[in-house]
């Protein structure tokens, strides 16, 4: 007994297992994630017809160009964001009084992060220039977008960890609905510069910190104020956050990188195409794992943490198996009529994508709940490898398979993640397991009474 009250057990019963398995249908959970696929959804469209313009009005080669310029920007602000996204949502979620604080204080980190790469980033430029994958007013964007995409990727934390899920989505399509609106205009008007459509990058991330600041203020908790000294103690669990998010980030997006160093822009273009349309079935892993966060955050049972990921992992695993299987029937035919027949090639690599996409929606789960129980060094570790991997078997599969084995690096990487987390996390969830059952053996409810 546990404060006069039983402790749930870990593993379900014959005789529950269905109602197990229908209780989160029936959840406010179950309602956030439905929201938020439904305005995923949305983007995703908007999305597809924005990459499907941008693809034809670039080109194949230009299509790579943009595809490497987004890499580096994203790159840059996972390097500057010091796992403070991670960091923001836990804390709010577990004290909403620390709200201002986190307002100014992502604010200010944003500023200097981003500032501060910016001049790294200039520096090279004028020492090693060929170092940088991208040069001239191309870079300037790039760098331009890190503090604003940085401000944007903090703030939108802070609005899952106070539950306003319904604001957090209204900015994730405010950003598409900019994005898709620029690249509409620019093909009507027939402009196909790379660094045109790259611009409403940047412009998109400060609409959202703006229309994020407005909600956050609507929230309560007083002015906003900046206290640097409170990032400290925030390091703690925000630098593991910072190397696990990092390290993921690394095995998504560092194959582009290498396609286009040793196999060219085209090939790059193929494969970032390839790598979107696997992206969208992981949109419902990304959704549930970050509605499932702070959720998990706010639960103080253990074994009921525990029993809230292996419905979210089994329902995730099961519902992106189906999709995927009916992606690979219709892939052909789709990129035929979207993209044109130049984008053919990119069908293959998007086949054997599949296998690393199902890996990767389990593995979002269980970092979600590791997250929420204070983010293990595990968590860095597991994608470390992965990443160390990848980079080694796209070395070695790229100049034999072309794109066809990055793909085949990206599903081994995530398999060798996914293997190290599920056998931490199993052990784990074994010594949660003998607790329970201690907890609710008839010898311990005597003892409770």
């Known amino acids: ?62 299509r790579g160009v943009y595809a490497v310029a987004g890499a580096v920007s994203a790159l840059g602000i996972q390097l500057a964001n010091l796992g403070l996204h991670a960091a923001n949502t836990y804390y709010v979620a577990r ?14 980190v944003s500023a200097i992060a981003g500032l501060v790469l910016g001049v790294l980033a200039w520096v090279v430029a004028e020492v090693q220039p060929d170092l940088l994958p991208v040069r001239g007013s191309l870079l300037a964007l790039c760098v331009a977008s890190i503090p604003l995409g940085l401000a944007n990727l903090l703030l939108k934390s802070l609005l899952l960890g106070v539950h306003d899920v319904t604001a957090y989505n209204k900015v994730e399509l405010a ?15 027939g402009v196909a510069r790379v660094e045109a459509v790259f611009a409403a990058i940047p412009v998109a991330a400060a609409l ?18 900046v206290d640097l000294s409170v990032v400290g103690p925030m390091l703690g669990y925000g630098v593991k956050g910072y190397g696990a ?40 892993p990304v959704i549930v794992g970050t509605i499932l966060f702070p959720k998990l955050v706010a639960t103080a049972c253990l074994c009921e943490r525990w029993q809230q990921t292996r419905r979210a992992a089994m329902y995730v695993l099961l519902v992106s198996s189906v999709v995927g299987l009916l992606a690979i029937t219709v892939v052909k035919p789709v990129v035929r009529l979207l ?111």
């Open 1 to 62: 007994m546990t404060g006069g009250k039983a402790v749930p057990a870990l593993e379900p019963t014959r005789s529950n297992v269905f109602g197990l398995l229908l209780a989160p249908i029936r959840t406010d959970f179950a309602r956030k994630v439905c929201q938020t696929v439904s305005a995923r959804l949305v983007a995703v469209v908007v999305g597809v017809i924005a990459s499907v313009l941008i693809a034809r009005l670039l080109g194949v080669s230009g």
């Open 208 to 225: 959202c910190t703006v229309l994020s600041l407005r909600r956050l203020a609507s929230a309560g908790g007083g002015p906003v104020a």
């Open 95 to 108: 004290d909403r009084a620390k709200l201002p604080l986190l307002i100014g204080n992502s604010l200010a």
């Open 245 to 284: 998010a990092l390290m993921s980030f690394l095995v998504l997006r560092i194959d582009f990188l290498m396609v286009k160093q040793m196999l060219g822009e085209a090939e790059a273009g193929l494969y970032s195409v390839a790598v979107s349309m696997a992206e969208l079935i992981y949109i419902l």
């Open 339 to 449: 993209y044109g027949v130049d984008f053919l090639p990119a069908v293959e690599p998007f086949i054997w994508l599949m296998p690393a996409i199902l890996l990767l929606s389990v593995t979002t789960i269980l970092n979600n709940y590791l997250a929420a129980a204070g983010m293990p060094w595990i968590v860095v570790a597991a994608p470390a490898a992965g990443t160390a991997l990848n980079v080694l078997l796209n070395w070695q599969l790229l100049p034999q398979f072309g794109i066809v084995g990055a793909s085949i690096a990206s599903g081994a990487a995530y398999g060798l993640i996914l293997g190290i987390l599920g056998i931490y996390a199993c052990r784990g969830a074994g010594r949660l397991n003998v607790a329970c059952n201690l907890a609710n053996s008839p010898t311990q409810s005597s003892e409770g009474q």
């Open 175 to 189: 950003n598409t609905a900019v994005v898709a609106g620029a690249v509409v205009i620019l093909f009507l008007v």
